[in-house]
């Protein structure tokens, strides 16, 4: 955020917070508090409504307690409504999406009057108030949305899996629930939103948020930091490019295995991922493409099926089949089964396919089995820029952390000024896929910062497989309720 936009978020505020002082002010002269100044005093404005509704002053110290406030707060605006007579639907809506602007209209508003402390049992018997069955359902509706959309905020939200890049630790049709505490909810930083809709309304297809408000980022203090192999739901960085051009919080969410974290020099030698000169743990589901060449006879397709085996025939005696090393093993058993090798790109040659990131010079013999070595950027962390590395970081520095990048004359200019380090403001993580060979990962489009990181996936809810039969039989029960690693 530059300076300009600083000031005016600031002023913003303070104009927003001297309406409500204001509107207070004169809510708490119509209810005969002499001392009306209060309205202007941090905390103590507070407790004057709490005895204003009728509410007992150690509600205070739930105003302390993060999320059980915005509860309080939201029960605190409907009471001193009710308390002015305010009973309707809207009115209630108003007390609590624009009090600051209510609280002053029903100040100065003449008609207004204080009927007394509306929590009150003399209240209640006073003034007896019966909602109707719109009214009981409206409000149920509203609380279940606001409720909702608190949870899946700030704890815990549900995911489905509908690629095979987490194959097979993860399943297409795995429903998990992903965790945003462990490290730390990410507030909001698109607000304006239709609730439950991510980027794109259902139906219409519209964009389903409105970006000409987009805040700094923040997080809420982390129960752990990202550990390496940790399986994470994260924003895909690309979709900040053509033609999306989503904000941070609405770029398409993505899981994968982060199995690289800040500060790390990661490597890929023939499909083995290797950390800071350590060769790095394989998990049980990770497969790779393998050829299995038969003595000519076929492979009965029910017993792929059975062990859940993807791939193709490539030639009379060769299939190009998906594999876990101990799959592998199984099927070098068979009888009709020659040799079962891993199908690997070549080291010191181009991929293949898609040209692996950054798609530069340092990258041409780089492939998705041969790849790096690469130093993943942590916040603090300062780099040497040179011709060799900066298509590596460039585009960290430029788009993920605001900086304008140029390299004129043989030079590297940040924010106008020549360059010839980078100090990093945020972490960054190298993130692939279980599903080695089948999988846009880290491989194909560099780092994911901070900013992009979602939440931790922690079980596994239901699972459902789409080529079964009836409802019963798709339902895999070995996986409900299964940990994820």
Known sequence: MDLYSFILWVLLLVLINAVANIGTFFLFKKAGHFNSWKAFVPIWNIVELLKLVGRPNWWIALFFIPL????????????????????SFLQHVGAILLAPLVFLVWGLDKDTKYLGGSATE?????????????REWADAIVFAVVAATIIRTFFIEAFMIPT?????????????FVSKVNYGARLPITPVSFPFAHHTMPVIGTKSYWDGIQL???????????????????NYPMDADEPFNRP?????????????IPGDTLWIDNAQVYVNGTKEYNPPGEQLYYTVITDGTDINPDRLHDLRIDGYRASEREYLLALTEELAQKLSGWSNIVSVMPRLEEKGHPADMDPVFPKAAISQNWNQDNYG????????????????NLPIYERAIGLYEGNKLEKREGAVFINGERANSYTFKMDYYWMMGDNRHNSLDSRYWG????????????????SLDDKAGSLFERIRWNRIFKSIH
């Open 68 to 87: 059980i406030n915005f509860f309080v707060g939201i029960g605190l605006m409907v009471d001193v409504a009710k308390s002015f007579g305010k009973t």
């Open 122 to 134: 003399a209240f209640k018997k006073k003034y007896p108030y019966k909602k109707s069955t719109t």
């Open 164 to 176: 095979g890049s987490m194959e097979r630790s993860l399943l297409i049709g795995d429903f998990l």
């Open 216 to 234: 700094s980022y923040r997080r809420l203090p982390a129960l752990q930091q990202i550990k390496r192999n940790d399986v994470v739901v994260f």
């Open 248 to 260: 941070v919080d609405k770029r398409e969410n993505y899981i994968k295995r982060a199995v690289g």
């Open 373 to 388: 070595p690469i130093i993943i950027p942590k916040k603090g962390w300062t780099v040497q820029l040179n011709e060799e």
């Open 447 to 462: 780092f994911v910062p901070e900013d992009h990181i979602v939440g931790k996936a922690l079980l596994v809810w239901m």
